[in-house]
Antibody
Framework: EVSLVESGGGLVKPGGSLRLSCATS????????MNWVRQAPGKGLEWVAS????????HYADSVRGRFSISRFNARNSVFLQMDSLRVEDTAIYYC?????????????????WGQGTLVTVSS | HSALTQPASVSGSPGQSITISCTGTSSDIGLHKYVSWYRQHPGRSPQLIIYDVSYRPSGISYRFSASKSGNTASLTISGLQAEDEADYYCSSFSATSTFRRRPSSWGPDTEGPTFVVFGGGTRLTVL
């Protein structure tokens, strides 16, 4: 069974940093593009970042580019999101999400498996 | 970039059918086949219910169907049940991005489409 489990969320002051982790199991991580998607309290979904299976293609939403960094460690079945220079507007539940296709070359940005999410609160 | 446009709420009685629209542009829904729909119950993670415009993942009821015409995608739920009460989000791959040259400090290649857009969500109430 496919499983994604996020961790690392918490309360941080504006300008601070956090590193989120996503532990995966039940599938071969190497062949999937992985993503982070966030949801501010009471709001809709917002795609944050994606990374290809071999980490050679990485994309970011304009709202986080230059501040967030996505990475992965396939041997340990893990995906990460390093968040620096955090802002109040980054407050959200952060979900780790898998692309629906196991295609090492192309991502479809459609997400068939999601973790339970980890809450990041940026507040002074 | 603007999110896709969905109605804030829809409602229906058990057994009825409802349709949720999702309007985008010629750069997202109108151009791509990677249009998807998600269902999210309160306090739960989103769940993929439609991908590639009209395909249902394994385990999703046949009562869910979807299509697109031009820049608008639609999700139809037939035979409404109480368990269908949830928030529904549409999403589309988007081509409205520019080639970005990578500053050396940024790491791997960031060329190509750089984002996916979501709708604002539709709250479905089963009366």
């Amino acid at each position: 069974e496919v499983s994604l489990v996020e961790s690392g969320g918490g309360l941080v002051k504006p300008g601070g940093s956090l590193r989120l982790s996503c532990a995966t199991s039940g599938f071969t991580l190497t062949t999937y593009h992985m993503n982070w998607v966030r949801q501010a309290p009471g709001k809709g979904l917002e795609w944050v970042a994606s990374i290809s299976g071999s980490s050679d293609r990485i994309h970011y939403a304009d709202s986080v580019r230059g501040r967030f960094s996505i990475s992965r460690f396939n041997a340990r079945n893990s995906v990460f999101l390093q968040m620096d220079s955090l802002r109040v507007e980054d407050t959200a539940i952060y979900y780790c999400a898998r692309d629906v296709y196991d295609n090492v070359l192309t991502a479809s940005y459609q997400f068939d498996s999601w973790g339970q999410g980890t809450l990041v609160t940026v507040s002074s | 970039h603007s999110a896709l446009t969905q109605p804030a709420s829809v409602s229906g009685s058990p057994g009825q059918s409802i349709t949720i629209s999702c309007t985008g542009t010629s750069s997202d829904i109108g151009l791509h086949k990677y249009v998807s729909w998600y269902r999210q119950h309160p306090g739960r993670s989103p769940q993929l219910i439609i991908y590639d415009v009209s395909y249902r993942p394994s385990g999703i009821s046949y009562r869910f169907s979807a299509s697109k015409s031009g820049n608008t995608a639609s999700l139809t739920i037939s035979g409404l049940q109480a368990e269908d009460e949830a928030d529904y989000y549409c999403s589309s791959f988007s081509a409205t991005s520019t080639f970005r040259r990578r500053p050396s400090s940024w790491g791997p290649d960031t060329e190509g489409p750089t984002f996916v857009v979501f709708g604002g969500g539709t709250r479905l109430t089963v009366l």
